[in-house]
């Protein structure tokens, strides 16, 4: 059995709005604004979208509550966050 792959989604907000990045780099790694999987390296300006696209690379998308800003990123006034997100290879 092959380990699973994972992408992780940055969440920035951007005028009181969130954006969402897709990369399939684990952060740290490069600028995750640049480095996004499939074709098109624009961001995605709505869940909806974000799911759209996600589900187009096989990935089952979580729910829009798992890419909220928890407390901790709220207490060091964070602009922007990451999540991964894991991909089951078949």
């Known amino acids: 059995?092959?380990?699973?792959?994972?992408?992780?989604?940055?969440?920035?907000?951007?005028?009181?709005?969130q954006i969402f990045y897709v990369s399939d780099e684990e952060p740290g790694t490069h600028d995750v604004t640049t480095?996004?999987?499939?074709?098109?390296?624009?961001?995605?300006?709505?869940y909806v979208e974000l799911c759209t696209y996600l589900r187009t690379k096989g990935i089952d998308p979580p729910p829009e509550e798992y890419f909220a800003i928890n407390a901790r990123e709220i207490d060091y006034r964070r602009t922007e966050w990451t999540r991964r997100v894991p991909a089951l290879t078949a």
């Open 1 to 17: 059995m092959q380990p699973s792959k994972a992408v992780w989604v940055t969440v920035e907000i951007s005028n009181g709005k």
């Open 35 to 46: 480095r996004t999987i499939g074709i098109d390296p624009a961001p995605f300006s709505t």
